[in-house]
């Protein structure tokens, strides 16, 4: 057999085409594997991290849980996105499977929701082709679940405003429409108001939802279990934080469960220095529907005022600089490093900047 000939052979029966199509039908028509038409479909179903972002809150839900806390940050191109939740938990033996096509827990109990059917053992699956890396970083029967997405932004898209936090305004019609733009912590906020009285949905930066983890833990575990916990078997992973001994372990499980970040941040959480979150609907209220003592005529103004303020991104981008060179001098005598970009929220009272950073020694 001639050299071309062996090659075309070996192209015909063994190629990258062979491995897509099950049957060739003739007249350029094809029957693809099952495999091909799933890695395809995956790249339909996940377009963008605010698409990573519901699939992970529709599992979270799905699995029972009642607290869904959602830690997200970007650094460079890459985006960070880690979920922890106090649902029914994943056996081991699954932790990796569950990231493979139809698998699913619910085979009786598939359904559709506003963002369409969920159940089909697929929305992992499209989560983990789209992505640089996901999987489950810890997770117990009957204990709950950490979940963890890095992707690269230049190959999944995302809003570029990040920035602008969502808000209710009136129509003329007299009813509430919730506008900003389409973003994570919109679609989260959109999915909290969904499921209102169910579940709550906490987001911020890995410090902000360690901080909250950590005072839950406080507040729901005795003295005792604290002193006794170990390394928390029995405990509900979104109590652990509570069990750390000190700055340098609590950094330690903080990043167990996805959540980096430094043990001079560590060292503040322990000392009460970052404020817990409030559930999303909560802030969502704050902003949509402050508190003011003024007569009404004034407040529909101010609240117009507050509702047309929306930075454009360069000049988020400026703020953001702004803050580096600010923090530069400070860094220097603290002995700090960034961990990642400035998170810049615009509100309707404030403007709320973040600036992740841990210990260069």
């Given at each position: 057999?001639?050299?071309?000939?062996?090659?075309?052979?070996?192209?015909?029966?063994?190629?990258?085409?062979?491995?897509?199509?099950?049957?060739?039908?003739?007249?350029?028509?094809?029957?693809?594997?099952?495999?091909?038409?799933?890695?395809?479909?995956?790249?339909?179903?996940?377009?963008?991290?605010?698409?990573?972002?519901?699939?992970?809150?529709?599992?979270?839900?799905?699995?029972?849980?009642?607290?869904?806390?959602?830690?997200?940050?970007?650094?460079?191109?890459?985006?960070?996105?880690?979920?922890?939740?106090?649902?029914?938990?994943?056996?081991?033996?699954?932790?990796?499977?569950?990231?493979?096509?139809?698998?699913?827990?619910?085979?009786?109990?598939?359904?559709?929701?506003?963002?369409?059917?969920?159940?089909?053992?697929?929305?992992?699956?499209?989560?983990?082709?789209?992505?640089?890396?996901?999987?489950?970083?810890?997770?117990?029967?009957?204990?709950?679940?950490?979940?963890?997405?890095?992707?690269?932004?230049?190959?999944?898209?995302?809003?570029?405003?990040?920035?602008?936090?969502?808000?209710?305004?009136?129509?003329?019609?007299?009813?509430?429409?919730?506008?900003?733009?389409?973003?994570?912590?919109?679609?989260?906020?959109?999915?909290?108001?969904?499921?209102?009285?169910?579940?709550?949905?906490?987001?911020?930066?890995?410090?902000?939802?360690?901080?909250?983890?950590?005072?839950?833990?406080?507040?729901?575990?005795?003295?005792?279990?604290?002193?006794?916990?170990?390394?928390?078997?029995?405990?509900?992973?979104?109590?652990?934080?509570?069990?750390?001994?000190?700055?340098?372990?609590?950094?330690?499980?903080?990043?167990?469960?996805?959540?980096?970040?430094?043990?001079?941040?560590?060292?503040?959480?322990?000392?009460?220095?970052?404020?817990?979150?409030?559930?999303?609907?909560?802030?969502?209220?704050?902003?949509?529907?402050?508190?003011?003592?003024?007569?009404?005529?004034?407040?529909?103004?101010?609240?117009?005022?507050?509702?047309?303020?929306?930075?454009?991104?360069?000049?988020?981008?400026?703020?953001?600089?702004?803050?580096?060179?600010?923090?530069?001098?400070?860094?220097?005598?603290?002995?700090l490093e960034a961990v990642g970009e400035a998170e810049v929220i615009v509100g309707q009272e404030a403007i709320r900047i973040t600036v992740p950073i841990r210990t260069s020694l």
């Amino acid at each position: 057999m001639e050299g071309d000939t062996l090659s075309d052979f070996i192209d015909d029966v063994c190629g990258e085409s062979r491995l897509r199509v099950e049957d060739d039908l003739g007249d350029g028509f094809v029957r693809l594997r099952s495999s091909e038409a799933e890695r395809r479909q995956a790249a339909q179903d996940i377009r963008s991290s605010e698409d990573v972002v519901i699939e992970l809150l529709r599992n979270a839900r799905d699995a029972g849980a009642s607290r869904i806390f959602l830690a997200t940050q970007k650094t460079g191109n890459e985006r960070l996105l880690t979920v922890l939740d106090d649902g029914q938990g994943i056996p081991a033996a699954q932790h990796e499977r569950i990231f493979e096509p139809r698998v699913t827990s619910k085979l009786d109990s598939a359904h559709m929701d506003k963002w369409g059917m969920h159940g089909r053992g697929m929305a992992l699956y499209s989560i983990s082709v789209n992505a640089e890396e996901a999987r489950v970083l810890q997770s117990e029967p009957g204990l709950g679940t950490s979940l963890t997405v890095a992707t690269d932004t230049e190959s999944l898209a995302e809003k570029v405003d990040q920035s602008t936090f969502p808000r209710f305004e009136q129509e003329p019609s007299g009813s509430w429409a919730m506008r900003g733009p389409k973003n994570i912590v919109r679609t989260a906020a959109e999915f909290a108001l969904e499921h209102r009285g169910d579940l709550s949905v906490y987001l911020g930066t890995p410090v902000e939802v360690a901080a909250t983890l950590y005072q839950l833990g406080l507040a729901s575990l005795s003295p005792a279990v604290r002193a006794f916990g170990g390394d928390g078997t029995g405990i509900p992973l979104v109590k652990r934080l509570a069990l750390a001994a000190g700055p340098d372990d609590l950094a330690d499980r903080c990043e167990a469960l996805g959540l980096p970040l430094s043990e001079r941040s560590a060292r503040r959480i322990l000392d009460g220095a970052i404020v817990a979150l409030d559930p999303l609907t909560k802030r969502l209220a704050a902003e949509s529907f402050p508190r003011q003592a003024h007569r009404p005529s004034e407040r529909r103004r101010n609240s117009k005022n507050a509702r047309s303020l929306r930075l454009a991104p360069e000049d988020i981008d400026t703020l953001k600089r702004g803050i580096g060179r600010l923090m530069e001098p400070v860094a220097e005598t603290y002995y700090l490093e960034a961990v990642g970009e400035a998170e810049v929220i615009v509100g309707q009272e404030a403007i709320r900047i973040t600036v992740p950073i841990r210990t260069s020694l």
